[in-house]
């Protein structure tokens, strides 16, 4: 089956054979991959530009995209991570006189397909019904068939490591080199303002590279560990796995994020699983078990740990759970000073209930220390 498109027009394909057609926005051409959608309604820049969306293809619910520009400012890396964007309405006219361009203009200047005119509520409920899957986007190739093809060769998302791929590939430090507080953190995707939300508290923090050994860690001198957020499946990460079992033994202070949660988690021998959708926005309700209180949390992953294990598990605490699906959101060790969480404390774009944990991770080193 083809479907006459115009330069403008483009055709999304889903792996369950839904297609839906649309206009044609960003670079002209062909991409595909895994299927999400993010539920929030502003800071779609600092979304398109976290590293934990690499291999993705973005559904953003709100109706409206592109209303307020884009600035240099709003970015969590050093550019757009996403594979595709799809989209309901592009505002050409954006309101923010801070704003250097246009969403369309960005997303040209990074070579991103993007689709709009798509009933994307729809298209969002399908996929919580359906649950991830792949797709593709092309603004270039008309025939159905043809784009089954292409996209029958997108790798999924299960048994995909993607980490090492976006991770640094040299060291870097912010913050005082003076200070006390001295944070390694191991790079699988990280987001600036995670760095930021430890600088801010004053920590001296080295990013390495995703598979620097514990040695070369060492060398820091570090008074506490960080594992990164990042994309992908945590499981086939055999390069970092160890490396977090052997920065256990030291004993010393580490916090986890995302990624770095499931990390945690499968150094402990606790197994990790594909969700059927994910959670992806800025809405989401935790409860931390510690304190009784509730915390409205930005998400972005699509994987999580085994309650199962993780509730038979003796030297690990779960600190907190979503309140829509009960799933494991913090845990912490009991024999050592090692806690995560697998939403996002640092919130951008996101509210700020969480950023706590960072006070937290800087009292334990200092404690420690």
């Known amino acids: 089956m083809s479907h006459s498109i115009s330069p403008t027009q483009a055709v999304l394909l889903l792996e369950d054979g839904t297609v839906h057609y649309g206009k044609a926005f960003g670079k002209r051409g062909t991409t595909s991959g895994e299927i999400c959608f993010n539920t929030g309604m502003t800071g779609y820049q600092e979304v398109f530009t976290d590293p934990s969306y690499y291999g993705q293809v973005l559904i953003m619910n709100s109706v409206h995209i592109g209303n307020y520009g884009v600035k240099d400012t709003d970015v969590e890396s050093s550019g757009v991570k996403i594979r595709g964007l799809i989209g309901r309405n592009l505002e050409e006219q954006f309101s923010r006189i801070q704003a250097k361009g246009s969403l369309d203009e960005y997303m040209r200047a990074n070579n991103i397909v993007c689709i709009e005119e798509v009933d994307t509520r729809s298209l969002v409920a399908h996929v919580r019904v359906k649950g991830a899957m792949n797709c593709i986007i092309s603004s270039e190739i008309t025939d159905i068939a043809a784009l089954k093809a292409v996209l029958a060769t997108t790798p999924s998302m299960d048994g995909l490591e993607l980490a090492s791929a976006v991770s640094t590939d ?28 430890m600088v801010e508290r004053g920590a001296y923090v080295k990013v390495f590279p995703a598979k620097t050994p514990l040695s070369r860690l060492r060398e820091f001198q570090p008074s506490g560990y960080f594992l990164s957020n990042g994309p992908g499946d945590p499981a086939p990460m055999d390069y970092a796995i160890p490396t977090v079992k052997e920065i256990l033994k030291e004993k010393k202070p580490l916090f986890g994020i995302c990624l770095g949660h499931q990390l945690l988690a499968l150094a402990n021998d606790i197994p990790t699983f594909k969700m059927h959708h994910g959670h992806r926005g800025l809405n989401h309700p935790v409860k931390n078990l510690i304190t009784g209180r509730c915390e409205i949390t930005t998400q972005n992953h699509g994987f999580g740990v085994d309650p199962k294990a993780v509730r038979k598990a003796e030297n690990i605490e779960i600190t907190h759970v979503n309140l829509n699906d009960e799933s494991i959101e913090g845990i912490r060790l009991r024999d050592r000073p090692a806690f995560s969480v697998q939403y996002h404390p640092e919130a951008t774009p996101g509210p700020h209930d969480s950023r706590y944990l960072f006070d937290e991770f800087i009292a334990l080193i200092k404690q420690h220390h």
């Open 170 to 197: 040299k060291e870097y430090e912010l913050g005082d080199p003076a200070s006390p507080v001295r944070v390694a953190v191991l790079d699988y995707g990280v987001k600036q303002h995670i760095l930021q939300c």
